[in-house]
Nanobody
Framework: QVRLAESGGDSVQAGGSLRLSCATS?????????????MAWYRQAPGKEREGVAA???????IYADSVKGRFTISKDNAQKILYLKMNSLRPEDTAMYYC?????????????????????WGQGTQVTVSS
């Protein structure tokens, strides 16, 4: 069973930076090692729907929500099985619980996982609070 554990959330002032981490364990299928997984970050603010923040595929291609483009960077360390989200120029509207998500490619690609929020594995979340 794949397990995801986020960390790095904190309370910061607007304009500040944070780096979130998501450690993965339980990837045992030799046909789909960690480096082949589709990975993403999502967030959910109180009273709002969960929204996709950024995603990365096995080739390292990335996609970002318009609201975070140019400020956030998603990356992963395949050797350590850790997904990162570097967040710069934080704004109060970035305040949310941040979750990482993972799954094998769907029909060989990751895009549909992102498009449909169709990941089967989710972490418990880490809280980011940005004050003005």
């Amino acid at each position: 069973q794949v397990r995801l554990a986020e960390s790095g959330g904190d309370s910061v002032q607007a304009g500040g930076s944070l780096r979130l981490s998501c450690a993965t364990s339980g990837v045992t299928d030799i046909r789909y090692t960690y480096d082949r997984y589709c990975m993403a970050w999502y967030r959910q603010a109180p009273g709002k729907e969960r929204e996709g923040v950024a995603a990365i595929d096995r080739g390292g291609s990335t996609i970002y929500a318009d609201s975070v483009k140019g400020r956030f960077t998603i990356s992963k360390d395949n050797a350590q099985k850790i997904l990162y989200l570097k967040m710069n120029s934080l704004r109060p509207e970035d305040t949310a619980m941040y979750y990482c998500a993972a799954d094998k490619p769907q029909d060989g690609v990751c895009y549909t996982r992102w498009r449909d929020s169709g990941y089967n594995y989710w972490g418990q979340g880490t809280q980011v609070t940005v004050s003005s």
